[in-house]
C-alpha cells in the first residue's frame, strides 16, 4: 500500500507475510500509533489527548477542490497536532517561509505545490495519518521577529512534547529533498525468484520475492538511516529527545522510536534500548514527575544530561552563536528533574563536577584546536571558557559522573558567580558577554610542554600518530638544600592550540578542584583505584584592567602513587603548599 495521491508501479498484495513497498506503508504507521495509545504505559509515552495548540499551526485540512494549507492562529484552543523535524538547507532556498509580509498570504491558505518537498510530504503524511494540524517551524514562527524567536525557544518543550508524534526523514540533505521516495534495496537484502507457467499456457511468469528484514545471524540490530544528514544536526537532537513518538521515513525503511519501543518496518517485533546500541543518546520520558524534592536521587538524570552533552558536543549547528540556545528546552526540563540552577551549561549544586569536562586527544575530531581569542581577533561571544559551551570541539563529560572523593570547599570555593541570561524570560537560553565565576583557591604556577605519545601503548592507528600530548610541571623548591625540582603533575588537555614552537613551555596557573576515585572489578571484590586529581589551568587575560582569567584546560593527574603517599588528602595538601601562592581571588569569564 502507498500514500494516496502518490504515484507507484507497485500494488502490495499479501503474497507471503506482510510486503515491504517502495513507498512506506501507513497502516503499519497507524497500528504503531495505536499500540502505543492502548499498550504503551503513559508514565512512558503520554496519554492521547487534547493539548494546548502553539500559537500558530499548519491547518492541512483541504479546502473543497484545493490542495492548500492554511496557517491559523490558535488563541491556545485545544487540539491534537504532529511536529517534523527537518534540516533546512540553504536559506535562500526556501520558498517561502513565516514573515510579516507572507503573514496574510499564509493565512488565507497557499498551495501545497508551492512548499518545499519536504513540507509538502509532510502535509501528505499528517493528512493520511488522520490528523489536522502540522508543526513546522518556519511556517510557525516569524523568522524576521526576534521576538517571536525567542518566545518560541522557550516554548519549545511544550511545542514538541505535547505533539502526538513527530514526523522526520533523516535522509532529506535540505528542505527541498523530500522524503517520500521509491525506497532502495538494502546491499543486505535476500531475492529469491519463482518461475512457473500457467496451464496450457506458453508463457513464464517470474515472481521476484525479496526478503528486507532484519538478518537473525547478523549479530546486529536493525540499523536507522545511514549517512542521516539530520543526526548531525545540533537543533535535532532536542526535538527527538522532547518529542513523545517519532516517525521516520527513511530512503530504506518507515521505522518508529518512543518512550517505551522502536519498531522497524522490516522487523516483526519491537525493540528496547535500541537506541543505545545504535550509540545515540536514549529517549527519555517527562512525564512522571519528579519526586521526594531537591533531595531526591539524580544520579541517573544527571549521568544521562552529561552523555547527552558530549552527543550534543558532535553535532553542527548554522551558527555557533545557537550552542546553549539549541539545547535550552532541554535543560528547562532538566532543571525541573534536577531541581537545580542552570548556569551556562552548568548546574550549581556541582559546579566543581561540571568544570571538570576536556577536549580529549584520543576522541576524533572534525577539526584542530581553534586558536583562543585575542583583542586582535576576537570570536563572537557564546560562553564563558570554563563552560563546555564555549569550545568548537567534541567534549568529554566522564569525568563529572565519577565518585568524587574530595570535597573541593576545603582547598577551593566558589565565592561568586555572575551569570546574566540575554532574556530574563529564559535562563537557559543564550547570555550575555563577561557571565563569570569566581573562585577562592590556592593556586600553583605549571609549566606545560608538548611530549609525545607512546605509540607502543597505542597502537599504529593514523589517528594516533598526529595525537599531541602535553605533560604539565611544577618546580618545588627545597630550601633545605638551596636547590629546586620539577614534578610531573599529569596530562594536560588543552581547550585551544597553543602558539609556538611544539618544543616551547607555556607557563601557566593551575586551580585544583578535586578528587576522584573509581570503584573497579577485581577478581574476587570490587578494588578501588588510586586516586586521581583535578586542576583547571588558566592564564591571566593581558589588557584587563582587574585581574581577570579565562580557562585554558583541564589537568589530569592519572595516579597519585608516584608521590609516595596513600591518603589523597595528605596528597592535595602537599601539593598546595609546594611553591604556592596565598590564597587568592581568581574571576574566570
Same mark, same amino acid.
Given at each position: 500500500?502507498?500514500?494516496?495521491?502518490?504515484?507507484?508501479?507497485?500494488?502490495?498484495?499479501?503474497?507471503?507475510? #506482510?510486503?515491504?513497498?517502495?513507498?512506506?506503508?501507513?497502516?503499519?504507521?497507524?497500528?504503531?500509533?495505536?499500540?502505543?495509545?492502548?499498550? *504503551?504505559?503513559?508514565?512512558?509515552?503520554?496519554?492521547?489527548?487534547? %493539548?494546548?495548540?502553539?500559537?500558530?499551526?499548519?491547518? %492541512?485540512?483541504?479546502?473543497?477542490?484545493?490542495?492548500?494549507?492554511?496557517?491559523?492562529?490558535?488563541?491556545?484552543?485545544?487540539?491534537?497536532?504532529?511536529?517534523?523535524?527537518?534540516?533546512?538547507?540553504?536559506?535562500?532556498?526556501?520558498?517561502?517561509?513565516?514573515?510579516?509580509?507572507?503573514?496574510?498570504?499564509?493565512?488565507?491558505?497557499? @498551495?501545497?505545490?508551492?512548499?518545499?518537498?519536504?513540507?509538502?510530504?509532510?502535509?501528505?503524511? +499528517?493528512?493520511?495519518?488522520?490528523?489536522?494540524?502540522?508543526?513546522?517551524?518556519?511556517?510557525?514562527?516569524?523568522?524576521?521577529? %526576534?521576538?517571536?524567536?525567542?518566545?518560541?525557544?522557550?516554548?519549545?518543550?511544550?511545542?514538541?512534547?505535547?505533539?502526538?508524534?513527530?514526523?522526520?526523514?533523516?535522509?532529506?540533505?535540505?528542505?527541498?529533498?523530500?522524503?517520500?521516495?521509491?525506497?532502495?534495496?538494502?546491499?543486505?537484502?535476500?531475492?529469491?525468484?519463482?518461475?512457473?507457467?500457467?496451464?496450457?499456457?506458453?508463457?513464464?511468469?517470474?515472481?521476484?520475492?525479496?526478503?528486507?528484514?532484519?538478518?537473525?545471524?547478523?549479530?546486529?540490530?536493525?540499523?536507522?538511516?545511514?549517512?542521516?544528514?539530520?543526526?548531525?544536526?545540533?537543533?535535532?537532537?532536542?526535538?527527538?529527545?522532547?518529542?513523545?513518538?517519532?516517525?521516520?521515513?527513511?530512503?530504506?525503511?518507515?521505522?518508529?522510536?518512543?518512550?517505551?519501543?522502536?519498531?522497524?518496518?522490516?522487523?516483526?517485533?519491537?525493540?528496547?534500548?535500541?537506541?543505545?546500541?545504535? &550509540?545515540?543518546?536514549?529517549?527519555?520520558?517527562?512525564?512522571?514527575?519528579?519526586?521526594?524534592?531537591?533531595?531526591?536521587?539524580?544520579?541517573?538524570?544527571?549521568?544521562?544530561?552529561?552523555?547527552?552533552?558530549?552527543?550534543?558536543? +558532535?553535532?553542527?549547528?548554522?551558527?555557533?552563536?545557537?550552542?546553549?540556545?539549541?539545547?535550552?528546552?532541554?535543560?528547562?526540563?532538566?532543571?525541573?528533574?534536577?531541581?537545580?540552577?542552570?548556569?551556562?551549561?552548568?548546574?550549581?549544586?556541582?559546579?566543581?563536577?561540571?568544570?571538570?569536562?576536556?577536549?580529549?586527544?584520543?576522541?576524533?575530531?572534525?577539526?584542530?584546536?581553534?586558536?583562543?581569542?585575542?583583542?586582535?581577533?576576537?570570536?563572537?561571544?557564546? #560562553?564563558?571558557?570554563?563552560?563546555?559551551?564555549?569550545?568548537?570541539?567534541?567534549?568529554?563529560?566522564? &569525568?563529572?559522573?565519577?565518585?568524587?572523593?574530595?570535597?573541593?570547599?576545603?582547598?577551593?570555593?566558589?565565592?561568586?558567580? #555572575?551569570?546574566?541570561?540575554?532574556?530574563?524570560?529564559?535562563?537557559?537560553?543564550?547570555?550575555?558577554?563577561?557571565? @563569570?565565576?569566581?573562585?577562592?583557591?590556592?593556586?600553583?604556577?605549571?609549566?606545560?610542554?608538548?611530549?609525545?605519545?607512546?605509540?607502543?601503548?597505542?597502537?599504529?592507528?593514523?589517528?594516533?600518530?598526529?595525537?599531541?600530548?602535553?605533560?604539565?610541571?611544577?618546580?618545588?623548591?627545597?630550601?633545605? *638544600?638551596?636547590?629546586?625540582?620539577?614534578?610531573?603533575?599529569?596530562?594536560?588537555?588543552?581547550?585551544?592550540?597553543?602558539?609556538?614552537?611544539?618544543? #616551547?613551555?607555556?607557563?601557566?596557573?593551575?586551580?585544583?578542584?578535586?578528587?576522584?576515585?573509581?570503584?573497579?572489578?577485581?577478581?574476587? +571484590?570490587?578494588?578501588?583505584?588510586?586516586?586521581?586529581?583535578?586542576?583547571?589551568?588558566?592564564?591571566?587575560?593581558?589588557?584587563?584592567?582587574?585581574?581577570?582569567?579565562?580557562?585554558?584546560?583541564?589537568?589530569?593527574?592519572?595516579?597519585?602513587?608516584?608521590?609516595? %603517599?596513600?591518603?589523597?588528602?595528605?596528597?592535595?595538601?602537599?601539593?598546595?603548599?609546594?611553591?604556592?601562592?596565598?590564597?587568592?581571588?581568581?574571576?574566570?569569564?
Amino acid at each position: 500500500m502507498s500514500f494516496p495521491g502518490r504515484s507507484t508501479r507497485w500494488t502490495v498484495g499479501d503474497v507471503i507475510g #506482510a510486503s515491504t513497498s517502495k513507498q512506506p506503508d501507513v497502516r503499519l504507521a497507524k497500528k504503531w500509533i495505536q499500540d502505543c495509545r492502548d499498550k *504503551h504505559p503513559h508514565h512512558r509515552c503520554s496519554a492521547f489527548t487534547d %493539548v494546548p495548540l502553539s500559537t500558530r499551526v499548519l491547518d %492541512v485540512r483541504p479546502s473543497p477542490g484545493l490542495n492548500h494549507v492554511r496557517l491559523v492562529l490558535t488563541n491556545r484552543s485545544q487540539g491534537r497536532y504532529i511536529t517534523l523535524s527537518y534540516r533546512w538547507g540553504d536559506p535562500s532556498k526556501m520558498p517561502i517561509k513565516l514573515t510579516q509580509d507572507t503573514l496574510e498570504r499564509l493565512r488565507n491558505g497557499i @498551495s501545497v505545490d508551492s512548499l518545499p518537498r519536504t513540507f509538502q510530504d509532510a502535509v501528505t503524511v +499528517t493528512r493520511n495519518l488522520g490528523y489536522r494540524y502540522l508543526w513546522i517551524d518556519s511556517l510557525c514562527i516569524l523568522q524576521d521577529s %526576534v521576538e517571536d524567536w525567542q518566545k518560541a525557544v522557550i516554548e519549545m518543550p511544550d511545542i514538541y512534547n505535547h505533539a502526538e508524534l513527530n514526523i522526520c526523514g533523516p535522509a532529506a540533505a535540505d528542505c527541498t529533498a523530500g522524503f517520500l521516495h521509491d525506497r532502495k534495496l538494502s546491499p543486505e537484502s535476500k531475492a529469491v525468484h519463482v518461475s512457473w507457467r500457467i496451464s496450457q499456457g506458453r508463457s513464464r511468469q517470474t515472481l521476484r520475492l525479496i526478503y528486507r528484514g532484519y538478518l537473525p545471524d547478523s549479530g546486529e540490530p536493525p540499523h536507522s538511516e545511514p549517512n542521516s544528514a539530520l543526526a548531525t544536526r545540533g537543533w535535532i537532537l532536542q526535538e527527538r529527545l522532547l518529542s513523545q513518538r517519532m516517525l521516520y521515513f527513511g530512503s530504506r525503511n518507515m521505522y518508529w522510536e518512543c518512550n517505551t519501543y522502536s519498531s522497524y518496518e522490516t522487523l516483526h517485533f519491537p525493540l528496547s534500548n535500541e537506541s543505545k546500541l545504535r &550509540n545515540e543518546v536514549a529517549k527519555m520520558s517527562f512525564n512522571k514527575p519528579s519526586s521526594g524534592g531537591p533531595n531526591a536521587p539524580t544520579f541517573g538524570w544527571r549521568w544521562t544530561w552529561y552523555e547527552m552533552l558530549g552527543t550534543y558536543s +558532535t553535532m553542527d549547528l548554522s551558527f555557533q552563536t545557537d550552542k546553549l540556545v539549541a539545547i535550552s528546552a532541554m535543560a528547562q526540563r532538566f532543571s525541573g528533574v534536577l531541581q537545580d540552577e542552570y548556569l551556562a551549561g552548568l548546574w550549581r549544586s556541582e559546579l566543581f563536577k561540571g568544570l571538570s569536562w576536556d577536549v580529549n586527544p584520543m576522541q576524533p575530531q572534525k577539526h584542530a584546536l581553534p586558536k583562543p581569542p585575542t583583542a586582535h581577533s576576537p570570536s563572537p561571544y557564546i #560562553a564563558p571558557s570554563w563552560s563546555w559551551a564555549s569550545s568548537t570541539m567534541k567534549t568529554d563529560h566522564h &569525568n563529572a559522573t565519577r565518585t568524587w572523593v574530595h570535597n573541593p570547599g576545603e582547598t577551593a570555593e566558589i565565592v561568586a558567580i #555572575a551569570v546574566t541570561p540575554v532574556s530574563n524570560d529564559n535562563p537557559y537560553g543564550s547570555i550575555v558577554p563577561g557571565s @563569570s565565576i569566581t573562585l577562592c583557591s590556592p593556586s600553583f604556577e605549571v609549566r606545560i610542554t608538548l611530549r609525545p605519545f607512546d605509540i607502543n601503548i597505542l597502537g599504529e592507528s593514523d589517528h594516533f600518530k598526529h595525537l599531541k600530548r602535553w605533560k604539565a610541571y611544577h618546580r618545588s623548591h627545597r630550601e633545605e *638544600h638551596h636547590s629546586s625540582e620539577d614534578i610531573e603533575l599529569g596530562t594536560f588537555f588543552p581547550d585551544h592550540e597553543f602558539q609556538g614552537a611544539d618544543d #616551547a613551555t607555556h607557563e601557566l596557573i593551575c586551580l585544583p578542584i578535586g578528587l576522584f576515585s573509581e570503584k573497579k572489578k577485581g577478581s574476587m +571484590t570490587l578494588q578501588s583505584t588510586p586516586a586521581s586529581a583535578f586542576a583547571l589551568v588558566v592564564e591571566k587575560i593581558p589588557g584587563e584592567q582587574a585581574d581577570k582569567y579565562r580557562r585554558r584546560g583541564l589537568l589530569f593527574d592519572e595516579g597519585l602513587a608516584i608521590y609516595g %603517599v596513600k591518603d589523597e588528602r595528605v596528597l592535595l595538601r602537599r601539593l598546595l603548599q609546594t611553591n604556592r601562592r596565598e590564597l587568592g581571588l581568581f574571576e574566570i569569564v
